[in-house]
Nanobody, 126 residues
Framework: QLQFVESGGGLVQPGGSLRLSCAPS????????IAWFRQAPGKDREWLSC????????NYADSVRGRFTISRDNAKNTVSLQMNSLKPEDAAIYYC???????????????????WGQGTQVTVSS
């Protein structure tokens, strides 16, 4: 089963930073468009950002634009999400997943993605 492993979450104070990592379990992400999502208790899974396989195109949700940066290192087979200026409302479980399409862009809906792992918990609190 193709699945991603997310890491890097933790407890951070408001205004702080975290860097999340996403790595595939047993396959390469070199040719995949990868997105980050998050899900807070009682809320729908929210699309945050996506990067194409080449890394040439990225996109962000308005809620994180200017604070979060997605990047990838295909040689290391990882995708990262640098999160700055964190707010309490950023607290959630963060997931990465691969886009099912082959277009040079990314979808916004969770059902357009696969490889869901356990996620990594981010808590923002003083």
């Amino acid at each position: 089963q193709l699945q991603f492993v997310e890491s890097g979450g933790g407890l951070v104070q408001p205004g702080g930073s975290l860097r999340l990592s996403c790595a595939p379990s047993g396959f390469t992400l070199r040719y995949l468009n990868i997105a980050w999502f998050r899900q807070a208790p009682g809320k729908d899974r929210e699309w945050l950002s996506c990067i194409t396989s080449s890394g040439n195109w990225t996109n962000y949700a308005d809620s994180v634009r200017g604070r979060f940066t997605i990047s990838r290192d295909n040689a290391k087979n990882t995708v990262s999400l640098q999160m700055n200026s964190l707010k309490p409302e950023d607290a959630a479980i963060y997931y990465c997943a691969a886009f099912r399409g082959i277009q040079p862009w990314c979808g916004l809906r969770p059902n357009e993605y696969y490889g869901w792992g356990q996620g990594t918990q981010v808590t923002v609190s003083s």
